[in-house]
């Protein structure tokens, strides 16, 4: 039996965090929600506390100081349940429960192991070639981060996705491409007010990948995990409620 666990890190999203869990804590198909706040000054867990009571399968985990996105998500990955991790960055604009079933279908159906997500906005180049190899939604099976948390935990603040990349590609998995042509990711300049600060964290982030993986690397991850692209509906499978983790 699938069943999903949410995991959404946040920093600094209080603008944004609410639109992404009114269509999260909605879905019949997640059984649990994780949201890790990685030490934000702007209200953030307090807006997604404010959730708590009309939905108990939310918990809100604060971290202390800012760690960064992969320590945040290893956080949440220790405390979930689910057969299955979806995970979700909290800045999402435009998100539909539709979305949400479409990238838990190839899993639940048998059709793929593993999704990611394509956004309307994601790189024109990933567009193009079908796939964005460092989008942050995901669908993947639980024990293939929890077993990892301590290689996990080592990386750079912002390796996690080339480093699950590289798990798929070991474990030659069936990836399904989800297209979520209503759904966008900020622009970090629009986020944090002006051009400069935004290219100065788009550099952050392209450091630590470079620093969990090379270049080469990272083109020839591209190529392999293309090639491990399966065709699959996307058309979402309601579960009946016996079916779903106990809430």
């Given amino acids: 039996m699938t069943t999903i666990s949410c995991i959404i890190p946040a920093y600094n999203e209080a603008p944004r965090i609410g639109a992404v869990l009114d269509r999260v804590l909605g879905h019949p198909q997640i059984a649990e929600v994780i949201v890790i706040d990685d030490g934000s000054r702007d209200g953030t867990p307090e807006i997604a506390e ?79 070639i079908g796939l964005d190899y460092i989008s942050g939604e995901r669908v993947i099976p639980r024990e293939m981060l929890a077993t990892r948390l301590d290689a996990l935990n080592a990386l750079p603040r912002f390796g996690l996705e080339v480093f699950m990349n590289r798990l798929w590609i070991a474990d030659r998995a069936r990836i399904a491409v989800v297209h979520w042509p209503g759904v966008d990711s900020p622009m970090k300049s629009a986020k944090l007010g002006n051009w400069r ?27 392999t995990m293309r090639a491990l692209r399966v065709r699959a509906s996307t058309h979402p499978t309601l579960r009946t409620q016996a079916e779903r983790m106990p809430r």
């Fill in 197 to 223: 600060a935004g290219l100065a964290a788009d550099a952050r982030m392209m450091r630590d990948i470079f620093r969990t993986i090379t270049p080469h690397r990272a083109l020839v991850q591209i190529m």
């Fill in 50 to 128: 404010g959730y708590r009571d009309a939905h108990p399968h939310l918990r809100v985990l604060r971290q202390a100081q800012n760690g960064g996105k992969t320590a945040a998500v290893a956080a949440g990955i220790a405390e979930a349940t689910g057969s299955h991790l979806m995970l979700l960055d909290s800045d999402l604009l435009g998100l539909t429960h539709g979305d949400l079933g479409a990238l838990i279908a190839p899993v639940t159906s048998g059709q793929a192991d593993v999704t990611i997500s394509l956004r309307r906005n994601a790189p024109r180049t990933w567009r193009a």
